[in-house]
Structures are given as C-alpha cells and as structure tokens.
T-cell receptor, first 113, second 113 residues
Framework: GENVEQHPSTLSVQEGDSAVIKCTYS??????FPWYKQELGKRPQLIID?????GEKKDQRIAVTLNKTAKHFSLHITETQPEDSAVYFC????????????FGQGTELSVKP | GAVVSQHPSWVICKSGTSVKIECRSL??????MFWYRQFPKQSLMLMAT?????????EQGVEKDKFLINHASLTLSTLTVTSAHPEDSSFYIC?????????FGPGTRLTVL
C-alpha cells in the first residue's frame, strides 16, 4: 500500500521568512496530493491540493510542487505570519486503493514574531 | 465547502463500556466515509473505510469486532468503540469526500477511565 514520508517534523522560522515542507510517496498510482493545516484540537483544514497532471499550483502565499518521477511533493509558504503556526500534513490518494488518503507524519510549524 | 459534523465532540466513559460516535455529511451525500484516529502529537491513522449499504473495510491491525462501523444512509456513518479501554483514548475524526475533496468532521475526543 501507499506510504507517505514527511520532513521535517518541526520547523521554526522568523515571521516573513519562507517555509518548505517536503513529502515523498511510494505508490506510483497515487494521483491526488492535498495539504492540510491542523490547529491544536481542531479538524484538519484543506489549504491546497495538486493533481498528478500538474507540476505546480499556487494560491497567494502558498504553493505546492509535484515531481512525479521522483515521487515527491512540497509545500511552500512565503512571507510567513504567526497565524501560520500549526501542524501541516501532506497526504496522497490512489484510486487503486478506494480513494483513501494516506497521511504523512506531520510538520509542526512555528512562526516567531 | 462541504460540511461534515460529528457527535459528540467529547466523551468520557468507564472501561468496559461502549461508545458510539456519529459522523454526518450535512449538505452532500457520501457513499464513502473514512474514520481516522489521532493520538497526541501524531498523524491521522486511517482505521477503516465506511461504505453505505455494505460492510466497512478495515485497515490492517484494526479490530473490526472492536470498532463497529455502520453506514446506514448516504449522510450518516457511525463508529462504535466496544468494550473501551484506556488505550482506546484518542481523537477520532471522520471524513467524507465531496467530489475530489475530502472534508473532515470536528473530531471526537474519547477518554476512557
């Protein structure tokens, strides 16, 4: 089955700097890659996603890149703000596996004012 | 976006009792729903896929007789934790896909004394 590895587990940046979180996946049949932001005690919220027919997608300060050949994808947050502090999860989905999402281990992002 | 609700938001029970958690898709129909468990500072671990009108599909290592799943309608899935023990204490989150996007419920914090 699918396995998703996420790095780093913790990331601390200064306000205004950029943050990059990387994930790799194992199942070449995976074709959908969402990123979720989870604040303490709350539900994961979708912040951006990318499909396998696209290499890059951007939404304001957030961008995601996908390298299908290398089976890795990354989340880029520019001009970070304290409210970006949260745990971020990448995930991968393969329609071969009933459409279920497999999550990475999570990255705790801390943005210091 | 679509809305998924969960009830209760938190529950405390005695060891050996059973607890039922409801997951509802409020403004869309979901033939499939997913149940996750999340321990503190850990990722979301998929427990099972709930299928409307048929048996749930459990992930490896998840006891189907302990975690009973019923998906009786297109908007409701229930997870019953039977004979709960302290090690079952966790954050249980459901999700449901609306088109390509998976939406999460707010989660249920279960504490077993």
């Amino acid at each position: 089955g699918e396995n998703v590895e996420q790095h780093p587990s913790t990331l601390s940046v200064q306000e205004g700097d950029s943050a990059v979180i990387k994930c790799t996946y194992s199942d070449s049949a995976s074709n959908y890659f969402p990123w979720y932001k989870q604040e303490l005690g709350k539900r994961p919220q979708l912040i951006i996603d990318i499909r396998s027919n696209v290499g890059e997608k951007k939404d304001q300060r957030i961008a995601v890149t996908l390298n299908k050949t290398a089976k890795h994808f990354s989340l880029h947050i520019t001009e970070t703000q304290p409210e970006d502090s949260a745990v971020y999860f990448c995930a991968a989905r393969s329609y071969n596996q009933g459409g279920k999402l497999i999550f990475g281990q999570g990255t705790e992002l801390s943005v210091k004012p | 976006g679509a809305v998924v609700s969960q009830h209760p938001s938190w529950v405390i029970c005695k060891s050996g009792t059973s607890v039922k958690i409801e997951c509802r898709s409020l403004d869309f129909q979901a033939t499939t729903m997913f149940w996750y468990r999340q321990f503190p500072k850990q990722s979301l671990m998929l427990m099972a896929t709930s299928n409307e009108g048929s048996k749930a599909t459990y992930e490896q290592g998840v006891e189907k007789d302990k975690f009973l799943i019923n998906h009786a309608s297109l908007t409701l899935s229930t997870l019953t934790v039977t004979s709960a023990h302290p090690e079952d204490s966790s954050f249980y989150i459901c999700s449901a896909p609306d088109r390509d996007t998976q939406y999460f419920g707010p989660g249920t914090r279960l504490t077993v004394l």
